[in-house]
């Protein structure tokens, strides 16, 4: 945790700022980086969209989210991807399973 998904990114682009995309996540929520966890999702996409990046973590105070945003924002800027829309998906302790059993009871 947390999960960072990429849609409408190339494959290439993200093997090559995986590792800035993990400090910037390690460094501005205080997580291990053997827990963030990178997807490329498919791009399927039905109607012209902008680049997407969706992060799914625990609850953070907001200068957390507003300094990750910023950083991923400038880590793209200077790509085709650059002007990313990102949106986080808070997720809550107690409707977070692993191998079937909630991690908190």
Do not use: W
């Not at 980086?33 to 012209?48: E, F, G, H």
């Amino acid at each position: 945790m947390p999960f960072i998904k990429f849609y409408g990114f190339n494959q290439e682009t993200l093997q090559n700022k995986s590792n800035q995309i993990i400090s910037i996540i390690t460094d501005r929520a205080n997580i291990k980086a053997t827990k963030v966890k990178i997807y490329n999702a498919p791009d399927i996409s039905i109607t012209i969209n902008p680049p997407i990046i969706e992060i799914a973590m625990f609850q953070r105070p907001i200068e957390t989210y507003d300094s990750i945003a910023s950083d991923l924002n400038n880590l793209f800027h200077d790509t085709e991807f650059h002007n990313p829309h990102i949106y986080f998906v808070v997720i809550e302790e107690k409707l977070y399973y692993k191998q079937g059993l909630p991690i908190v009871n």
